[in-house]
């Protein structure tokens, strides 16, 4: 049995020979297709075609063409042409496809297997594909004899192209391997491409205006979003899945709690068996501050369990069936001020375990921010039982106070973020401990990241410090401290009391090298630092406040003197 796979690439230089190695042991031939418009291409075809010679791959390569009208774009005009290209040129008994910043799991070798274990009168398979950092797997079709190809079957849709059977064609689902969708950066250039395929091809049809709105909705196009999704809904035809996605993304934007409410029962009637809508309804009443409502709700969501595959939508998000689900109860339950059974939730959160990761996120001002950062570091975690996070907000704000309340938190009498940071830490419970502030980003799966840095190390013994990149800087400044208990416990606080904001830094990295327990992973471990200072977010009354001339002065002489 010989396998195709059939690729699409743009310049894809940094992730072509990444993918071309997890899916190494699937396929015979690359037969690849270069889509880039009217763009210079880069070395990604060289490297694919001399992956292919030293790892014994047949190639077959060709350039996709821009229509007449389209092209001077620099980018590809239609997905489906291309796809059918790739597909059109491969020779393999099978065609299976990939993008360029796809990878397998573990159970790649298992492709082949299922492949040629398929009965003679199925034409197709499908297997999962896990969105990392958006909490959706969906099944979509990867597999296709080239026999049935060739007979008519073809790829359609310009956009989020999909494989169109004949009627009484039989496929096959499978649960691995599991194609998981891995870029290295987001690349919000491709919403704007895709908007640009949409509108020119965009007709009547109600999924293509589905689509308007998600891709307007992913490059927080507000007005845009709306305005296309309030067309989509009012086609009958909608399938359910395009509505009940359509429905909680109005809710999220629409700005005016009583059309929320309206938007998010209208989905939870369209799949009252699942938990996303109901999930929003409660952060809907966390909003307007209505505990008895969130914690009624709360309850409702717990009382659903997971659907089974054929009566998901396919924009299921599995994470509110686990950690998030519970997570999202122990807020309601928090904010109700009944601990018992908040505490209850948060054991179910972390499966009964200790946390191996403590986040102190000390925060001012930023509530809203605050939240946010919060959900995108527990979203971009492989594994986010297995992480704590705790809030350290100031006591004399407000704002930050009453939305603590949701979560484990910790309040400073003191308007500084050393102390704050100094309270959460003395909080924490994990053994790997992490300084968090509102303006980070994590890359995805940063907490095995961490864990592997540590892998065979006593935590609770071995003072160790880790060093990461920040995206900017090259000095030995660790803006991010990142710490084992053991070196906690022999600090005594996370930073030297004295400091208030400004320089509690420089004496962490300074002590940390001197100490010689830095794990230098800067080459390997990136969390984006989105700060004025690099020119990534404008400045505001927090950063005033920590970075005001006097505190500036009274650390740099704390410093000095602290350390000669």
């Avoid at 009944?338 to 946390?355: C, D, E, I, Y």
């Avoid at 004496?507 to 992973?521: L, W």
């Amino acid at each position: 049995m010989r396998v195709s796979l059939c690729v699409i690439c743009g310049n894809e230089s940094h992730h072509i020979e990444t993918m071309l190695g997890a899916f190494a042991p699937a396929f015979d031939e690359l037969s690849l297709v270069r889509a880039i418009g009217a763009k210079a291409p880069d070395d990604t075809v060289d490297k694919a075609r001399a992956w292919c010679a030293a790892n014994g791959k047949d190639f077959v390569f060709s350039e996709h063409l821009n229509q007449h009208g389209t092209e001077k774009w620099d980018h590809v005009d239609s997905f489906a042409d291309a796809r059918n290209q790739a597909f059109g040129q491969g020779t393999g008994d099978w065609l299976v496809w990939a993008d360029c910043d796809d990878v397998l799991d573990q159970s790649s070798g298992t492709l082949r297997q299922v492949l040629a274990a398929m009965p003679e009168y199925a034409a197709m398979a499908r297997f999962p594909y896990d969105v990392r950092g958006t909490g959706k797997k969906l099944h979509r079709e990867r597999a296709i004899r080239r026999a049935s190809f060739k007979a008519g079957r073809k790829w359609h849709n310009d956009v989020h192209e999909n494989l169109l059977l004949l009627p009484g064609d039989k496929h096959g689902d499978f649960p691995a391997p599991v194609w998981v969708h891995a870029p290295t950066e987001i690349k919000r250039e491709n919403r704007f491409r895709n908007l640009r395929i949409l509108s020119r091809a965009a007709s009547n049809a109600a999924t293509d205006y589905f689509y308007i709105h998600q891709e307007h909705f992913c490059n927080q196009n507000t007005a845009q979003a709306i305005e296309y999704g309030k067309i989509a809904i009012s086609f009958p035809n909608l399938p359910p899945a395009f509505l009940y996605e359509c429905l909680i993304n109005l809710a999220k934007l629409c700005g005016n709690p009583r059309d929320a409410f309206e938007y998010l029962m209208r989905a939870h009637g369209t799949f009252p068996w699942c938990r996303e809508a109901i999930a929003n309804l409660v952060l809907l009443y966390f909003e307007r501050n209505d505990v008895r409502r969130a914690t009624y709700w709360a309850d409702r969501m717990l009382d659903l369990r997971e659907p089974l595959a054929e009566e998901r939508p396919w924009t299921h998000e599995g994470k509110w069936y686990g950690w998030a689900g519970y997570d999202l109860a122990a807020r309601a339950f928090r904010l109700a001020g009944n601990t018992a059974r908040a505490a209850v939730h948060q054991a179910q959160f972390s499966l009964g375990m200790k946390p191996k990761i403590s986040l102190l996120h000390a925060t001012r001002g930023r509530s809203s921010k605050a939240v946010g950062c919060r959900d995108f570091w527990l979203n971009s975690a492989n594994n986010p039982s297995q992480v704590e996070h705790i809030f350290a907000v100031d006591e004399d704000d407000k704002v930050s106070t009453d939305m603590a309340r949701q979560f484990i938190s910790v309040v400073s009498q003191k308007k500084s973020c050393v102390a704050a940071w100094n309270l959460a830490a003395r909080e924490a419970t994990g053994d790997l401990l992490v300084q968090l502030s509102d303006d980070w980003m994590p890359c995805q799966g940063w907490d095995e990241m961490l864990l592997r840095e540590v892998a065979g190390r006593d935590l609770n013994r071995d003072q160790i410090v880790i060093a990461i990149n920040d995206g900017h800087r090259k000095d030995d400044l660790l803006c991010m401290a990142i710490l084992s208990r053991a070196r906690l416990e022999a600090q005594g606080d996370l930073f030297f009391s004295g400091y208030e904001s400004v320089f509690s830094d420089n004496e962490f990295s300074a002590r940390a090298f001197k100490d010689k327990i830095v794990i230098d992973a800067r080459d390997r471990i990136t969390f984006q630092h989105i700060h004025p200072a690099f020119g990534k977010a404008p400045m505001d009354a927090t950063y005033k406040h920590n970075n005001s001339r006097e505190r500036y002065a009274a650390g740099e002489a704390l410093f000095k003197e602290r350390n000669p």
